[in-house]
């Protein structure tokens, strides 16, 4: 089983930055991808970054040039930067970690943590 918890989450206005961080715990594959996705209320979730094992990188439109994640293999982490927020960036943002298990690829989360970007 694997375990993420997530932190860094909070309030800020519009134009400010937030940092946030996943740490995984358990039995971890080292063929895995990690990345953040978020939710508003009345919306999907939706991707906002992912990042695999071996630095490949993935964005939302929304948030390219803005944000950046990176990885730590060793540790099992994974952290957003956010910066230049806009109040759309509200949501809970959630740690979403893959990996493949005897061909078969395997997703967890962690539980969410709240960002608030005011105007």
């Known amino acids: 089983q694997v375990q993420l918890v997530e932190s860094g989450g909070g309030l800020v206005q519009a134009g400010g930055s937030l940092r946030l961080s996943c740490a995984a715990s358990?039995?971890?594959?080292?063929?895995?991808?990690m990345g953040w996705y978020r939710q508003a209320p009345g919306k999907q979730r939706e991707l906002v970054a992912a990042?695999?094992?071996?630095?490949?990188?993935n964005f939302a439109d929304s948030v390219k040039g803005r944000f950046t994640i990176s990885r730590d293999n060793a540790k099992n982490t994974v952290d957003l930067q956010m910066n230049s927020l806009k109040p759309e960036d509200t949501a809970v943002y959630y740690c979403?970690?893959?990996?493949?298990?005897?061909?078969?690829?395997?997703?967890?989360w962690g539980q969410g943590t709240q960002v608030t970007v005011s105007s």
């Open positions: 358990g039995s971890i594959f080292s063929i895995n991808s």
């Open positions: 979403k970690m893959r990996h493949m298990v005897r061909g078969i690829w395997y997703d967890y």
């Open positions: 990042i695999s094992s071996g630095g490949v990188t």
